[in-house]
């Protein structure tokens, strides 16, 4: 089968620095999503990684190998604004979204 | 400013109803998707459009239908709701082709559908 793991939730504290696993096994592989979704609202894309190495935007960088099947996300400079969900999700075959394999997300909570 | 709409966002209704949950979008994107999310649970595509006319079924089976008859338009029909059906509806949508190596889904606020 298919199938993408995640922690269900972490803690961390404000101004301190997390990193969000994600292992994945899947029958194909071409590229892996970040989304980050708050309580009640809409996921938002994050980043996106198709080559091995790490991929850095600001405060959240992610990082990917693929002969490991595993991501993280880094997020630095922890801000109460960062807890949310952060969802991974693989795309199998040709970067067709109908293909994509969802993790069940990473609720982070932020603490002051 | 969101560029993908959803309505309603709450919704709750007796069993045996029809319901139709709209979803349009303003960026021209010739891609669209609907997902359904339980908490704690992963995104499961229960149906999904590659333009107008196009419509196809998701990895998730599923009792609602679709229809494509306009490129920003893609609404979902549930024709007699039951309460197996109460859960989160997302509605994304996509450019063909890349930005930046990405496929990337954009997505409404959601319809949070309770059927009692």
């Known amino acids: 089968g298919q199938n993408i793991d995640q922690p269900t939730e972490m803690t961390a504290t404000e101004g301190a620095i997390v990193q969000i696993n994600c292992t994945y096994q899947?029958?194909?592989?071409?590229?892996l999503f970040w989304y980050q979704q708050h309580a009640g609202e809409a996921p938002t894309f994050l980043s996106y990684?198709?080559l091995d190495g790490l991929e850095e935007k600001g405060r959240f960088s992610s990082f990917l190998s693929r002969s490991k099947g595993y991501s993280y996300l880094l997020l630095k400079e922890l801000q109460m604004k960062d807890s949310a969900s952060y969802l991974c999700a693989v795309t199998t075959e040709g970067g067709s979204n109908y293909q994509l394999i969802w993790g069940a997300g990473t609720k982070l909570i932020i603490k002051p | 400013e969101a560029d993908i709409y959803q309505t309603p966002r709450y919704l709750v209704i007796g069993t045996g109803k029809k319901i139709t949950l709209e979803c349009s979008q303003t960026m021209g994107h010739d891609k669209m998707y609907w997902y359904q999310q339980d908490p704690g649970m992963e995104l499961h595509l229960i149906h999904y459009s590659y333009g107008v006319n196009s419509t196809e079924k998701g990895d998730l089976s599923s009792e609602s239908t679709v229809s494509r008859i306009r490129t920003e338009h893609f609404p979902l029909t549930l024709e007699s709701a039951r309460p197996s059906h109460t859960s989160q509806y997302l509605c994304?949508?996509?450019?063909?082709?890349?930005?930046?190596?990405?496929?990337?889904?954009?997505f409404g606020a959601g319809s949070r559908l309770t059927v009692l």
């Open positions: 899947t029958s194909g592989f071409n590229g």
């Open positions: 990684n198709v």
């Open positions: 994304a949508s996509s450019a063909t082709g890349f930005i930046s190596g990405a496929n990337v889904l954009t």
